[in-house]
């Protein structure tokens, strides 16, 4: 069964830093990652998607990268900014077709302080 | 194009009545996802459908939860005789039937978020 873990739960950090979230999956065999942000009371919006064959992808200030043999993805922010204080979801798809939902961790409560 | 619609908002509910959520997905999506976000925890899989089938009811609660995607109007998620811990909030996703892999995404609505007090 796969198990997606963010840790740590809750991050802090002072405008202008750059930082990194990190996710762990139990089972290697996925099809793509994806990282997700949530601000309070709203829906998903998603950041980045990493095909299985991928090992990074890049938007602006945010870079994701995974490492699939070792079950870790991270996003990198660069430049923090208050705007970036949101809950950051990581979610694996386990392989297209029928079974395609996403599992989710937890995720980490970012709050950047001015 | 629309995102993905979900209605309402916000529902509240005693316990032992109905509640009906509906999601309507982005135009041209034929496959639709609901996740459940109790408090203090990740979003969970539901139930995934396609028009008129149920494909992964996997996520589903044995009882009192059911979910439809008819072929005509949105997708329905019904659960009967709600209980305090059905308190939660409930998103649906949609994503296009075209399989390619740089852009198999799912696109997640508002959610509702459902009180039963």
């Known amino acids: 069964k796969q198990e997606v873990t963010q840790i740590p739960a809750a991050l802090s950090v002072p405008e202008g830093e750059n930082l990194v979230l990190n996710c762990s999956f139990t089972?290697?065999?996925?099809?793509?990652l994806q990282w997700f942000r949530q601000d309070p009371g709203k829906g998903l919006t998603s950041l980045l998607l990493?095909?299985?064959?991928?090992r990074e992808q890049t938007s602006g200030r945010l870079n994701a990268s995974l490492d699939k043999s070792s079950g870790r993805s991270t996003l990198y922010i660069a430049a923090s900014q208050p705007g970036d204080s949101a809950t950051y979801l990581c979610?694996?798809?386990?392989?297209?077709?029928?079974?395609?939902?996403?599992?989710f961790g937890k995720g980490i409560t970012l709050s950047v302080r001015p | 194009n629309a995102g993905v619609m979900q209605n309402p908002r916000h529902l509240v509910r005693r316990r032992g009545q109905e509640a009906r959520l509906r999601c309507s997905p982005m135009?041209?999506?034929?496959?639709v996802y609901w996740y459940r976000q109790l408090p203090e925890e990740g979003l969970k899989f539901m139930v995934y459908?396609?028009?008129?089938?149920?494909?992964?009811e996997s996520g589903m609660p044995k009882e009192r939860f059911s979910a439809e995607f008819p072929k005509e109007g949105p997708s329905i998620l019904r659960i009967q005789q709600v209980v305090r811990g059905d308190s939660a909030a409930y998103f649906c996703?949609?994503?296009?039937?075209?399989?390619?892999?740089?852009?198999?995404?799912?696109?997640f609505g508002p959610g509702t978020r459902l009180t039963v007090l």
């Open positions: 990493i095909q299985s064959s991928q």
């Open positions: 135009k041209g999506h034929s496959h």
């Open positions: 979610a694996v798809r386990i392989r297209a077709g029928a079974n395609s939902k996403l599992t």
């Open positions: 459908l396609q028009k008129e089938n149920i494909i992964d």
């Open positions: 089972d290697s065999a996925i099809y793509n």
């Open positions: 996703a949609s994503s296009p039937p075209t399989g390619n892999p740089n852009t198999d995404t799912q696109y």
